[in-house]
Structure formats: C-alpha cells, structure tokens
C-alpha cells in the first residue's frame, strides 16, 4: 500500500532530500534514463534526478507526434535553461503503426504502453546501459488504474507486473505518494519556471487520448489544431485542465448553402484540486461562442462544437 502524502502535509525540500538520496541509493554507480513528457509529473521526475545522478541521468523527449505544437522544442528549450540537456528520440513511425487499425480505449492505451516501454525505451536502455527508468507516476494514476476506471499507461507493479521481466529494467517512481497539487508544490521548491509547473495536465497517451475512435495522423492533426484554439483562448483562466476532443461521428452541417457531413469537436473544462473529481469549468457564453467560432474557422473539416456539462464522475476528464 502506498503511504499518500498530502499537498498540506508536504514539505517540500525534506520530500526532495529524501528523494534523491533515493535515487543515487538504488542507482549506485550506474546510469539511469527519463523521458520528459513536459507535463509537471515528468518534469519534476527530470529534476529530482538530475540533482541525483547529474550526467549520469540521460533524459529524452520522445517525439511520438501525438504531442501539442511545437512541444518538443518547447520543452527542451525550458530545460536546457535549467542546464539539463535533453536529447529528441524520433519514434512517430513507431506509435502509428502500433495505433493503426486500433480503435478500443483500452487497447489504444495498451498500445502505446508497449510501443512505449517495450520498443522505444527497451532499446534506448540497451543503447544507454541504463538499468533504471525514472518516471513520474503520481497516487492518482495508480488510484484510476486499480479501480478500473482507465488503465493509465506508467502502472505496473499495482497490476502484478514486473517491468524487470516484461521489459528489461527497474522502474523509479519517486513522486507516486503524491498528487497533482503535490507535485506542483515540487516544482516551485525546484525551481521550475511557472509555465512548467502550473502547466495544465496532459494525458500520458497524448492526444491520441483525445481522439474516439482510430488515432490516424489526419485525425491527430485535426484535434491538435483544436487543441491549439482551446488552449490559447482558456489560457490564464483559473482552470485545473481544458481540452479539445475528436468524436468519431460525422455530424450534419452546412457549409456554402449545402450540405456537408463533417466532424464534432468536444470542448471541456474542469476545475479540480488532484483529479480524482472534478466539476466543469463555468465559462461565459461569449467565451463558448469565441471558441465554436475560431474552431470552425481555422480547423477544416469541423462542423460542430459542444462543451462538456458533466461532473467527474461519471465523466472522466480525458475521453479514452
């Protein structure tokens, strides 16, 4: 059983000493290796481990091409700011040709876990020599997880599974007694820039997350572009996460006075302190109609727009 930590509770620095006596602990003299996501969950991991181990972490960002715009120039931008050097592993071929023909939640999820862990990361850790893998697993993960909600794609041990075994190194979870709000108390005792740290949440999946139904390039595309128009119109509002979402419908619409069968983009909002429940974020109309309206405009092929009404549960905040 884990022992949670609470963000009342925390105290940072002692957390982060601990931690990475831990870390160099089960290291030793070896090398380890992380993949830096840019979500706050990996980004502290990147940290906490970088203060361990030094050079002796090697950290990647693995261009999977289900990421928001410009994420990985982005992210390695923040962190070579902070002295870490990340290196970009190309995999797109990769994660296509696993999602392709996919179209179950759980097997989506399921595929890119294996494309993950198995063939990415088996053979970076061959190439490295590292016999760890640190990752930022969080309480809440494992809490989702267990109860059947969604499998979320950084648990294991919590499902009899030995990531030795199925994959050829140990996992490291030094933040997995924590939640959200506790790991963003993390990041600023690290000293992490705020546009780290109070990013909103992003999906483990990616945007394939956020895609119902088959996760193409044409379809990832399509929901990325969407996401860029939430995310710049909802940007600095007081929300805990908000999302673009691709229905796999066609729906009716018009387009030049005549018919035009095209697709649904799902919009929601959330405010919430861990995750665990949540409740949608109230936005004015104008808002909604700004968002229905720039969507339509810039992203081809949509025709409709909705907003998300209900709590979490029974919703979930990310779709798949």
Sequence with gaps: MINEISASTLNPEKFIAEKIEEIRHAVGDGQAI??????VDSSVVTMLGHRALGERLKTVFIENVLMRDGEAEQVTGF?????????????????????????????????????????????????????????GTILTD?????????????????????????????????????RKDGV???GQALGLPNELFRRIPFPGPALAARVIGEA????????????RV????????????YLAILHEDRVTGMRDGKRDFGQQI??????????????????????????AREIISEVPGVVSVTYNIANKPPSTIEAV
């Design 266 to 291: 799902e919009v929601r909002g959330w405010n919430s302190v861990d995750a665990r429940t949540a409740v949608p974020t109230r936005l004015p109309f104008e808002v909604l109609e700004q968002m």
């Design 230 to 241: 939430v995310e710049r119109i909802l940007s600095g509002r007081d929300a805990f996460q």
């Design 34 to 39: 992380n993949a830096l996501s840019g979500g």
């Design 184 to 186: 963003r108390k993390l």
């Design 216 to 227: 193409t390039p044409e379809r990832i595309e399509t929901v990325r572009q969407a996401t």
């Design 79 to 135: 962190f070579r700011d902070l002295g870490v050097t990340v290196d970009v592993v190309d995999a797109r071929a990769e994660f296509f040709a696993a999602l392709k023909g996919v179209t179950d939640p759980e097997e989506k999820r399921e595929a890119i876990t294996q494309t993950f862990y198995k063939r990415v990361f088996g053979r970076l850790v061959r190439e490295s020599g590292a016999k760890y893998l640190l990752q």
């Design 142 to 178: 494992v809490d989702e997880t267990v109860a059947g909600i969604k499998r979320q794609h950084n648990v294991f041990e919590q499902l009899g599974i030995d990531p030795q075994e199925a994959f050829g190194y140990r996992i490291l979870e030094p933040v997995i007694q924590l």
